[in-house]
């Protein structure tokens, strides 16, 4: 389909040759026909798509955790941003303690240590938030909540960025360190499937892909699960049922809190973002577009929605990168003309079953 | 943690069993009085269900009915008064608590969980996770037509089929009492008898206390009455030979 397409471009810009050749050259329109047949080459597209895919897993590593809490809980949790920097920062400091050196089976598997160790230091962290600051609140109106996490960001952040501060660390940009402990393979770029890929990419695409796949299992395979999606529909009528409801509250944002540790990690990897204070307001705004796209608490329009914002943001950043001019910027002007264009079609997002701030 | 944890401790089973010798009333209502924000709904509710048998709570709409079921099973905790099953005060504990006691509920409107499928819906309600094979299997067998709609999303389900799902759920929650609330409303006459059907099928395992504006189907069912008028019982007794052209149930249901 595509190869048909930049047949047809090509052949459209050589019938315009006839026209005057220094003409053509001059309009604009030209320019832009070449790059369109530039944009849709076979080669260019998949690497597109498979950019693309690698922002899609990260996006959605962070949104799955925000839209299970919203899901179950009603809660908007805006501390979730705050706790992916926890996440990059723990797993960071496992992989720095801990590695000297090693080749690239040694580092991806104490990476899966760091993602564990994050996963479960967040976990906890969210179990007690849940516990002991957001349970009082449930009675309380929506407000209540979204105050308290963002004042718990304010405190998060501000805690972070004094233990960095004291470790000498420069708190704006990416730990180097950290970042250093990733393989020489995950910089490079590899022959795959006839694509050229960066080793990231693929990791950032396959670990995605498990810890999605997990969660799904998880909510579809399990008992838990479940009760986790009857709760989400109806909490009262599952607590009539003899679901303690409560309870499931507690684990839904322990595990919605754990995956942030596991995106930390990811991040902390990744050279586009690495462990930085400021790596939790720059992954809590995509997480927000893609969970309204979605459907507010929809793991399925969650998945979804960040596969087109990651989709998006891959094809804008070509666009805007190699053809008009170089706007770091816009792509994320795009996504969020998704979230408003969304909005104002389908408010209750691609999948959802609530409206954006319907009651 | 188990999904059992999440679904309430099995020492609930012992918890019943403790009390099943009790001798009294399975359910008491004592001087029961409950609010929605100021708005004061249940203003000294007191009745009884004893086990095995089927108690209608009738009256106008907006007098306190649904509130006195949702007061007994703590989703609207009373201010004052008294909730007691076999004997033991529940008032302010957890629902989910009361779930595992044997207390079921099937509520106005049914409640599907709409995006799970017939069988997840009803596999909720089960509260021995090694039994939700058997007990599914119970309820389709209680409610054949539900067969061929088992891994059909129950939002998809009609009236009538969402209706006989919501009545599955309490039958295979081991409840010795089951607070049902309008089963027929909205339902055309010929699912209603179904419903009645199935009712009565239900009525030889658990107790019933039961919501119902359709009056000939409540004394059907039942074997007593409350009436209900300005969240008080009015008028209480068996319902041999109640019509509705009886004087003391025109003078609050007309």
Known sequence: MTVAISQFLVAFVDALAPV??????????????????????????????????AKASVFALIAVGLTLIFGLMGVLNFAHGSFTIVGAYVAGLVMVVVLSGGGFGARI????????????????????????LIRPLYDRPPLYQILLTFGLTLVIDEIVRMIVDFYGLQPRSAWQEALGTRPTWFRENHDFLGLTVEGMDLFEIALGAVVVAAVWLFLT???????????????????????????VFTVVFGIGAGLTGVAGALLMWDPSWGASVTVGADALLP?????????????????????????????????????????????????????????????????GVQEVGGH | ????????????????????????????????????????????VTLEVDRGETVALIGRNGVGKTTTLRAALQLTPPREGHVRLRGEEVTGDPTHELAHQGVGWIPEDRRMFEELTVAENIGVAVKDATQVDRKLEYALE????LREHRDRKAGDLSGGQQQMVAIARGLVGDNELLLVDEPSEGLAPQIV???????????????????????????????????????????????????????RIQRYLA
């Open chain 2, 142 to 145: 209680t409610f054949p037509e």
């Open chain 1, 287 to 351: 997480a927000f577009v893609v969970v309204i796209v979605g459907g507010l608490g929809t793991f399925k329009g969650t998945v979804v929605a960040a596969l087109i914002v990651g989709l998006a943001d891959a094809t804008m950043t070509w666009w805007f990168q190699n053809v008009f001019v170089t706007m770091s910027w816009l792509p994320e002007v795009v996504v969020f003309a998704i979230l408003v264009l969304v909005l104002v079609v389908k408010p209750r997002g691609l999948y």
């Open chain 2, 1 to 44: 943690m188990s999904a059992d944890d999440a679904g309430g401790s099995n020492d609930d089973a012992a918890d019943v069993d403790a009390t099943s010798r009790f001798e009294g009333p399975l359910l008491e209502l004592e001087d029961v009085h409950a609010y929605y924000g100021e708005s004061h709904v249940l203003e000294g």
């Open chain 1, 221 to 247: 395979r399990t008992r838990y699960g479940l009760f986790i999606r009857a709760g989400s529909e109806d909490s009262e009528m599952a607590e009539a049922l003899g679901v303690d409801v409560r309870r």
């Open chain 2, 193 to 247: 008898q179904t419903v009645a059907d199935a009712l009565e099928r239900v009525s030889d395992e658990a107790s019933l206390l039961l919501v119902e504006q359709n009056f000939p189907l409540a004394m059907d069912l039942a074997d007593r009455f409350y009436l209900v008028d300005n969240g008080r019982v009015v008028e209480s007794g068996s319902t041999d030979g109640v019509t509705a052209d009886d004087e």
């Open chain 1, 20 to 53: 005057g050749a220094d003409l053509v050259g001059q309009l604009p329109v030209a320019g832009i026909v070449a790059d369109f047949v530039k944009f849709l080459s076979p080669s260019n597209l998949a690497g597109i798509v498979v950019d693309g895919l």
């Open chain 1, 109 to 132: 598997a104490w990476f899966f240590v760091a993602v564990v160790v994050a996963f479960a230091v967040l976990a906890a962290l969210g179990a007690f938030i849940e516990t002991q």
